[in-house]
């Protein structure tokens, strides 16, 4: 199961070099869409086969959002990448913990498979809906 982990490292330069040419926002679209994927996957096929495609999918998803992001958040400030990029990546350990947490808790209190995948396409949305508001208002803006 380890090797599932090579999607996120085959994205990473694709991920990059895309949001290089058409910016963030864009990249960012495209990893929602495809955890979004993993969601419905994980929550409609219930199986190994199943589980592996969500999570390959909820892997390369995930790794398109964190670069598009760091490369939103490094050119904040090019003179303090290493700051910046200690606490970004603290905060998305934090809120991987935080989301851990959640299924973990919802799974011992209800045992709810489809409630966890329900939950965690939520959290995708909401992450999303921050992502719209700051393409608008934030550093994504025009790009």
């Not at 400030?77 to 808790?105: E, K, Q, Y």
């Not at 919802?106 to 498979?113: C, D, F, P, R, V």
Request: with cysteine; aromatic share 12%.
């Amino acid at each position: 199961m380890a090797a599932l982990g090579l999607m996120g490292i085959l994205c990473a330069p694709l991920a990059g070099s895309f949001s290089d040419r058409q910016g963030p926002f864009r990249m960012v679209v495209f990893g929602v869409i495809l955890m979004l994927l993993a969601w419905a996957v994980f929550w409609g096929w219930n199986s190994m086969p199943g589980m592996v495609v969500g999570i390959l999918l909820l892997d390369a998803g995930e790794q398109c959002v964190l670069i598009a992001n760091q490369h939103t958040i490094y050119s904040l400030r090019p003179d303090a990448r290493n700051r910046l990029n200690t606490l970004f990546m603290c905060v998305m350990f934090i809120g991987g913990a935080c989301g851990s947490l959640t299924a973990t808790w919802l799974w011992e209190t209800i045992h709810s498979w489809p409630l966890i995948s329900s939950t965690g396409a939520g959290l995708v949305i909401m992450g999303m809906w921050i992502a719209i508001r700051r393409k608008y208002s934030g550093p994504y803006s025009g790009t």
